[in-house]
C-alpha cells in the first residue's frame, strides 16, 4: 500500500488522483515485466512474463497470424494461431491469501479446488497446443518432402522440352493486348475531339 497524499514543505498535502490512473498502473506493471524478465533472460528461462492481459496477448497474435499469412509464411502464420488458442482462455482465479494460507498448512478450500480445477484445464490446453504443433511439423515435413519429389521430377521433365511455341504464343498474345490499349486510346482521342468540336 502507497499513501496518494504528496508531501509538501508543510507536510502532507491533498490526495494525489493521478496514482489511480489506469494507465500509471500498467506502467508499473510494465516495468515490472521488463525488470523481471531480464533475470528470466539472464538464467536462460524459457518463459518470460508478459504483463498484458490474456486478450490483448491473443490478439497481438492473431494480428501477427495475419501479417505472416499476407507476406505468405504460411509456417509462421500457423504456429502463431497456435500461440493464439493457448491464449485463449480464462485467467487463473486469485484465490487469495487466507485461502493460499490454508492450502499451504493442507486444509483444502472451496477457491483452491476452483485454482486446481482451472490450473487443470490449463494444462490440457497446453498439452492440446503441443499435440497440434507436433500435427504441423509432421504436415510440414510431409508437404515439403512430397513438394521437392514434384518439383524434382517436373524440372527433369522440363529439361528437354522445347518451348518455342510457347514462347511465340506469349508474345502473339502480348501484341494483341498492346494493340487493344492503342486501339481505345485512339478511341479515347476521337471522343474528346468530337466534344470539342461540339462545344465549338
Known amino acids: 500500500m502507497l499513501t496518494t497524499r504528496s508531501v509538501g514543505e508543510d507536510g502532507f498535502e491533498g490526495k494525489d488522483r493521478s496514482w489511480n490512473s489506469k494507465e500509471l498502473l500498467e506502467d508499473w506493471r510494465e516495468s515490472w515485466a521488463g525488470h523481471a524478465n531480464s533475470y528470466l533472460r539472464e538464467i536462460e528461462a524459457a518463459r518470460e512474463i508478459d504483463h498484458r492481459s490474456l486478450e490483448a496477448q491473443r490478439d497481438e497474435k492473431l494480428d501477427l497470424k495475419k501479417q505472416a499469412h499476407e507476406r505468405g509464411d504460411e509456417r509462421a502464420a500457423h504456429e502463431l494461431e497456435i500461440e493464439a488458442v493457448e491464449l485463449d482462455r480464462d485467467p487463473l482465479p486469485d484465490i487469495g491469501w487466507k485461502a493460499w494460507g490454508m492450502e499451504r498448512r ?27 504443433r507436433e500435427r504441423f511439423a509432421d504436415t510440414y515435413a510431409r508437404v515439403r ?56
Open 106 to 132: 493442507g486444509i483444502q478450500t472451496a477457491a483452491g479446488d476452483l485454482w486446481r480445477e482451472a490450473r487443470g484445464r490449463l494444462e490440457d490446453v497446453r498439452e492440446l497446443v503441443s499435440e497440434l
Open 145 to 200: 518432402d512430397v513438394a521437392e519429389q514434384s518439383l524434382g521430377g517436373l524440372a527433369e521433365a522440363l529439361r528437354g522440352a522445347d518451348f518455342t511455341a510457347l514462347k511465340e504464343t506469349n508474345d502473339y498474345v502480348r501484341e494483341q493486348e498492346r494493340e487493344a490499349e492503342r486501339s481505345a486510346e485512339k478511341e479515347h482521342d476521337i471522343g474528346i475531339d468530337r466534344e470539342r468540336g461540339h462545344s465549338l
